[in-house]
């Protein structure tokens, strides 16, 4: 019968890990434990690069003739490259080249100082403006349905990017980030996340911040899948896209 003295918990204890039998027990079930949390961790990791690849390579793949037609309608708009590069912010702070089909005009980035008293985000440190002066006929087409986000999948292939996880913000974001909104970058930067099925441009700063550490204290490969799930009928009603 146990004791609830706490003295005589501690004697009863000092006297079992005498044994050499019992410290090779808790020496094992230590062990095991150990185990057991490396590979919810590594395992739980290995199976969302896994997903990660074969998804983005059978999409690339099967979507090549897509992309191509994109392609071309991008380049008739007015000549311009077809693929827009940025530099983007990932997992702990890595930085890395972000790939989008065009949207906007190709003098976009000097036009920014106009419309930066229109954004539509008044908390936080996002731009979004709905009827952009900047985005071409074709461009709004392409954001309408996120088809400019296609190329996004050779930045999962490559493993700069996952398919699911908080949107890459820019490095000019990130510095003006809190460190409460630094927890964003634990993880691997995605295409799709919870507020990009939840309202998408719509939602504020604030709150991409908690439904993003919302997903790193949840995440999972069952989540990731329900997220993807979701974001087809999310593309497909155009709610929050622009």
Same mark, same amino acid.
Request: net charge positive.
């Given at each position: 019968?146990?004791?609830?003295?706490?003295?005589?918990?501690?004697?009863?204890?000092?006297?079992?890990?005498?044994?050499?039998?019992?410290?090779?027990?808790?020496?094992?079930?230590?062990?095991?434990?150990?185990?057991a949390w490396h590979w919810r961790l590594v395992g739980g990791w290995r199976a969302k690069r896994g997903f990660d690849i074969v998804t983005s390579a059978v999409l690339?793949?099967?979507?090549? =003739?897509?992309?191509?037609?994109?392609?071309?309608?991008?380049?008739?708009?007015?000549?311009? =490259?077809?693929? $827009?590069?940025?530099?983007?912010?990932? /997992?702990?702070?890595?930085?890395?080249?972000?790939?989008?089909?065009?949207?906007?005009?190709?003098?976009?980035? /000097?036009?920014?100082?106009?419309?930066?008293?229109?954004?539509?985000?008044?908390?936080?440190?996002? $731009?979004?403006?709905?009827?952009?002066?900047?985005?071409?006929?074709?461009?709004?087409?392409?954001?309408?349905?996120?088809?400019?986000?296609?190329?996004? $999948?050779?930045?999962?292939?490559?493993? *700069?990017?996952?398919?699911?996880?908080?949107?890459?913000?820019?490095?000019?974001?990130?510095?003006?980030?809190?460190?409460?909104?630094?927890?964003?970058?634990?993880? =691997? /930067?995605?295409?799709?996340?919870?507020?990009?099925?939840?309202?998408?441009?719509?939602? *504020? $700063?604030?709150? /991409?911040?908690?439904?993003?550490?919302?997903?790193?204290?949840?995440?999972?490969?069952?989540?990731?899948?329900?997220?993807?799930?979701?974001?087809? =009928?999310?593309?497909?009603?155009?709610?929050?896209?622009?």
């Amino acid at each position: 019968m146990r004791t609830t003295d706490p003295q005589a918990d501690i004697v009863r204890r000092y006297r079992q890990m005498r044994s050499p039998l019992r410290r090779w027990w808790l020496r094992a079930r230590l062990r095991g434990k150990q185990l057991a949390w490396h590979w919810r961790l590594v395992g739980g990791w290995r199976a969302k690069r896994g997903f990660d690849i074969v998804t983005s390579a059978v999409l690339l793949a099967a979507g090549s =003739p897509f992309f191509l037609l994109v392609a071309v309608l991008v380049k008739l708009e007015d000549g311009g =490259p077809v693929v $827009f590069r940025q530099r983007r912010v990932g /997992q702990h702070g890595r930085e890395f080249l972000m790939y989008k089909f065009r949207s906007m005009h190709v003098d976009a980035e /000097q036009r920014l100082a106009e419309v930066l008293a229109r954004n539509k985000h008044a908390v936080g440190v996002t $731009f979004k403006l709905a009827d952009d002066p900047r985005v071409t006929r074709v461009g709004k087409w392409l954001r309408k349905f996120s088809f400019d986000e296609l190329p996004q $999948f050779y930045n999962v292939l490559v493993g *700069d990017m996952s398919l699911v996880g908080p949107r890459p913000p820019l490095p000019r974001e990130v510095a003006q980030y809190s460190l409460a909104d630094r927890r964003r970058l634990a993880v =691997p /930067q995605g295409i799709t996340c919870l507020w990009q099925i939840s309202g998408r441009s719509n939602i *504020d $700063f604030t709150e /991409q911040v908690e439904l993003d550490v919302n997903y790193i204290e949840r995440r999972s490969l069952w989540l990731d899948l329900c997220i993807v799930v979701k974001t087809v =009928p999310a593309v497909l009603m155009s709610k929050g896209a622009y």
